[in-house]
């Protein structure tokens, strides 16, 4: 199989697969279901992925990845840093509407200690970490953050998202939109006091 063709194929997998997850949850989704309902044999299956664990975690990484080339189709439209940083935090509320998420929590919970799933899963979440590392460099070469400190920055601008993300559940996603923004003024007061003007 020609490796294009094979990409082909696997992506298939991949999106046919994502439509079942989405319908049946992780869980309640058995490698049998995943045969009939994408049309590959189980040995097509087997030969793309080891598991349904690994499906399950390439499709997360090929969502991320999509989601990481739509920030970057968009971020030209930002003037500034600042701009971008509530920018990226729209992206961010703008993707809690995809169903995938959900599933992804579920299987977050139910997964077993598999060291390499594990790791991936952590290369996953440290992708838009590189995203927000970027606009804030920006905000360094202008001088408004110290340059010295953006590693440090960029995880605790990751993780303020990523814990108000767990607030989504009890709030509209207007209201969630509201409250990332509001956290990233809190933010920007926070990382460009003290820096000279």
Known sequence: MSSEKAQRKRDLILDKAKELFIQRGYAATSMDELVKYTGASKGSIYYHFESKEDLFVKLLAKQNREWMEAWDDKKASYASFEEKLYG???????????????????????????????????????????????ILAEGADEGRIAAEDIDEIAVIFG???????????????????????????????????????
């Open 88 to 134: 990226i935090a729209d992206h961010m509320v703008d993707d809690f509407q995809n169903p995938l998420t959900k599933i992804a929590e579920e299987f977050y919970i139910n997964q077993p200690e598999n060291k390499t799933i594990v790791g991936e899963m952590l290369a996953i979440l440290q992708g838009p970490r590189t995203l927000y590392r970027e």
């Open 159 to 197: 993780s303020l998202l990523d814990g108000l993300s767990v607030s989504y559940y009890e709030r509209s996603q207007e209201e969630s939109r509201q409250l990332f923004r509001k956290s990233v003024t809190y933010f920007l007061n926070g990382v460009l006091s003290g820096q000279g003007s």
